[in-house]
């Protein structure tokens, strides 16, 4: 008879068998605790998840105003359409839910403009959320909501529609480039909404609800909403007048002078570095970033594959650059300010020194052209700057030396970026004085050689008429938040006193002439002082580079009012291809338009001369309802002329009307008689003549002229465009501007 198992042998398996149990009990005792006291909070967190229902609510973005609070940059109410999938499993019956899913399909994708099928699609995925279409403006918002009250299977069960915002700009093109836009998460991509990003921004809200155990909605009790914190705002430095002043006459310039790689102004208040209007042609809509223009377009339209997408890469990335900030140029004769401030504050040069410039300089071996190839012979300082010869302010440098020369092309804030708020500045290149031999330094002397920013040019320039002050420019005052209290307030920087004041004197006399009598003529206003210089640069790298000939960057830099500085503009034009290319051609006269406009805006009295006063225009008097020789009289006394049309006693209609100005010798229309037709006349060409000149032609042809540009009583001053065209049929005595500017060769 077999024995049973020995009671040793039994107490073995027991052991072994308490061991297998102490040891399972202890791994899942000791993944327990693993799970208790190290993963607490990531399996509270899954366990939240799957019990609550979680949606963020977005923050209003905040505004950017200008100086004087207008709004530049807002965000308008628009909705995010959503779909519920989850919610779908309330729905026990298969046709029932097929017939639900397709009917959303079906009037979402019609309301939206979308496919249906992607719609379907939504409708189908396993999780709580599912964005439709985002930034929904409001008529589609209703459509979408009448759809949902009005539908037999009560949709709005596994729909909705979630408030959020879109950015606007109601000004569209204005300022696009300093502004910049955001993208479709309202996150800031370029411009003042990139930099300021962390405070426009705001802080999202959320709605937490809880859902039961099958993953549905408890009810609106157990829902809890965090408020979204809107943004806060920027109060701006531009002014929203002066910007449109600016970019009227840049478009205008481009256009005229057939710019091929865009232009830049920008106008600055000189003792403080608020930017009150940076200007760049082309740019864009903020409000559709995205978009090309026409032009544009049809290039891209014209290319293939990857050739295409990297052509409309290039070009969209284009049109957002701020040609200002961005981008680097050879300022030439512009410079020349900075280079007299040099020498006149090391004692090289003053107001009693005197030059000889027979055409050219050679330094080290290398042959150095003035503009003028002949030479201006003895000159000045004064002169000197009037010409802008090349060849005196070579010599200045080579008397500076390279190490004198470096120290203030620093100071001047040359060798690094301005610290201006805006994303994207380029650093300058220039020579530096380890590098810096002669040559170097004498071309360097009259701006050539090395590359800066319109916006470091800027800066310098009033630096050099400022008293001698670099400030930081920048374009944002103050940050305040969605009640108006103020976050952060940006003070006016000073860096550093770069010249004496007796130095920023005598550059600011300098200047002046240049406008008064020299290379910046083209800038001048009537009633006002400004001072400024020209410049014209070649662009060699890019000639040498390509093989073509004849490119040229067009700038001018001008202040006012010159005796007590205020603001600065500063104009660049990048390849022009018109019939002129020099600075003091085609520069000069944007320069001179923008400030024309803007002084008396900004309070600027004009103080005429006697001259001035004398070639002014007069105003027309009231004659309507007067007898026709009372009307004659009063007419003759203002030294205008008339015609009269019809055979009554009495003048019924005048035209121009009262008030108006014209220039002496001008015609006023005198209706005698209702006319049923009012006299036509065709605008003649008054291109290419002296003021005098156009005068005879408008009194010819009973039309009647304005005058802008270049002083009238200086030689040399013809006209070179006019606001109506040649040959349009317009009514007589109409008031047509013709612009002038001198006809030197101005750098």
């Known amino acids: 008879m077999q024995k049973g198992p020995n009671k040793s042998m039994i107490i073995r398996i027991l052991v072994v068998w308490l061991c297998m149990l102490i040891c399972t009990f202890g791994v899942v005792g000791a993944r327990l605790a693993y799970i208790m006291m190290i993963d607490n909070d990531f399996y509270q967190q899954k366990a939240a998840e799957q019990q609550l229902y979680d949606t963020e609510l977005s923050a209003t973005r905040g505004e950017i105003y200008d100086r004087n609070m207008e709004l530049l940059a807002t965000s308008a109410q628009v909705w995010t359409v959503y779909i519920t999938p989850n919610s779908f499993k309330k729905i026990t019956k298969e046709d029932e839910l097929a017939a639900t899913k397709n009917e959303i399909a079906e009037n979402l994708s019609s309301i939206l403009g979308l496919d249906y099928q992607t719609v379907l699609d939504y409708t189908n995925k396993n999780t709580s959320y599912v964005k439709v279409k985002t930034n929904v403006e409001k008529p589609e918002a209703d459509k979408v909501r009448e759809y949902i009250s009005n539908s037999k299977y009560k949709v709005g069960n ?201 055409g050219y300089i050679v330094i080290a071996g290398q042959r150095y052209s003035c503009h003028k190839r002949s030479g201006h012979g003895g000159e000045s ?165 390509t093989g073509e000939s004849g490119l040229y960057i067009a700038s001018f830099c001008g202040v006012a009012p010159i005796n007590d500085p205020e603001i600065a503009v500063l104009v660049m034009l990048d390849e022009p291809h018109g019939d002129a290319y020099y600075g003091g051609t085609i520069a000069a006269p944007v320069g001179g338009q923008i400030l024309s406009e803007i002084l008396p805006y900004l309070g600027v009295d004009p103080k005429y001369s006697d001259e001035e006063l004398a070639s002014m225009a007069v105003r027309i008097p009231s004659v309507t309802g007067q007898s026709i020789e009372t009307a004659k009289n009063m007419i003759k006394s203002q030294k205008l002329t008339y015609k009269i049309i019809g055979n009554g006693d009495t003048v019924v209609k005048q035209f121009p009307t009262a008030a108006e100005s014209i220039y002496s010798d001008g015609v006023v229309i005198l209706y005698t008689e209702s006319p049923d037709t009012v006299e036509k006349v065709t605008v003649p060409d008054f291109s290419g003549l002296t003021v005098s000149g156009v005068k005879t032609l408008a009194a010819k042809n009973n039309i009647n002229v304005q005058f802008s540009g270049a002083s009238l009583t200086q030689s040399g001053v013809v006209s070179y465009k006019q606001s109506i065209q040649k040959d349009t049929e317009t009514d007589a005595g109409t008031i047509i501007t013709v612009y002038f500017r001198t006809t030197e060769t101005a750098e």
Request: hydrophobic share 35%; net charge negative; with cysteine.
């Open 381 to 545: 300082l004064t002169q000197a700057m009037q010409n802008s010869c090349n060849p005196v302010f070579i010599t200045f440098g080579q008397q500076l030396g390279a190490a004198t020369f470096s120290k203030y092309f620093e100071a001047f804030g040359l060798t690094g970026k301005t610290g201006i708020d805006l994303p994207g500045e380029a650093s300058p290149v220039y020579h530096t004085y380890a590098k810096m031999g002669l040559t170097e330094l004498a071309s360097s002397s009259f701006g050539q050689t090395f590359n800066v920013t319109p916006i470091q040019m800027i800066t310098a320039v009033s630096a050099a008429v400022n008293g001698g002050y670099l400030v930081t420019p920048h374009l944002v005052s103050k940050i305040v938040d969605s009640s108006g209290n103020t976050v952060k307030s940006m003070n006016n920087t000073v860096n550093r006193q770069v010249i004496s004041s007796e130095t920023s004197n005598l550059l600011r006399t300098l200047m002046e002439a240049v406008v008064d009598g020299g290379g910046g003529k083209n800038a001048y206003v009537s009633g006002y002082r400004i001072g400024g210089k020209t410049g014209t640069s070649q662009k060699v790298s890019k000639m040498l580079e």
């Open 158 to 358: 596994y729909i909705g529609l979630d408030e959020a915002s879109k950015r606007y700009y109601p000004n569209d093109n204005l300022a696009s480039v300093v502004l910049g836009f955001v993208g479709s998460d309202n996150q800031g991509l370029s411009g003042l909404e990139k930099y300021y990003d962390d405070y426009l921004t705001g802080t999202p809200g959320r709605v937490v609800a809880a859902k039961d155990g099958r993953g549905n909605d408890m009810p609106l009790s157990y829902e809890v909403e965090i408020e979204a914190k809107p943004g806060n705002s920027l109060v701006s430095t531009l002014d929203e007048y002066i910007q449109h002043v600016c970019d009227k006459y840049l478009t205008q310039a481009i256009a005229d002078n057939k710019v091929a790689e865009r232009g830049a102004v920008v106008c600055m208040n000189v003792n403080t570095g608020e930017i009150y209007a940076m200007s760049v042609k082309d740019d864009f809509d903020p409000n559709n970033p995205f978009t090309l223009s026409e032009a544009d377009q049809a290039v891209v339209d014209a290319l293939e594959g990857d050739e295409k997408t990297a052509k409309l890469s290039e070009l969209r990335n284009q049109q957002w650059r701020n040609k200002a900030v961005s981008d680097t140029y050879e300022p030439g004769s512009v410079f020349k300010v900075v280079t007299a401030a040099m020498a006149i504050e090391e004692g090289v040069t003053n107001i009693n020194s005197h030059y000889n410039c027979n």
